[in-house]
């Protein structure tokens, strides 16, 4: 767990991941808008990114963590 923890994690469901000490994956989450039809021009093309949220701002803080695993 200790590996996992220090391994930054960028893969197709999350960028700029990490795993804080209270085991929840913290990550950037996206706020999408879905295109027309029209607007559509590839394959899988179907939203546009407005704005990506950093992960740190999108998730509970850690030091409001409930967590037993968290030391305080």
């Known amino acids: 767990m200790k590996q996992l923890k220090a391994t930054p994690i960028n893969d197709m469901f999350a960028r700029n991941g990490h795993i804080r000490a209270d085991g929840r994956m913290v ?4 706020l999408v808008q879905v295109k027309a ?5 590839e394959k899988w093309d ?7 949220v950093p992960g740190d701002e999108a998730f509970q803080p850690l ?6 695993l968290v030391t305080r």
């Open 27 to 30: 990550h950037d989450l996206y």
């Open 37 to 41: 039809p029209d607007q559509i021009k």
């Open 46 to 52: 179907y939203y546009t990114i407005k704005e990506t």
């Open 63 to 68: 030091s409001e963590s409930r967590c037993r």
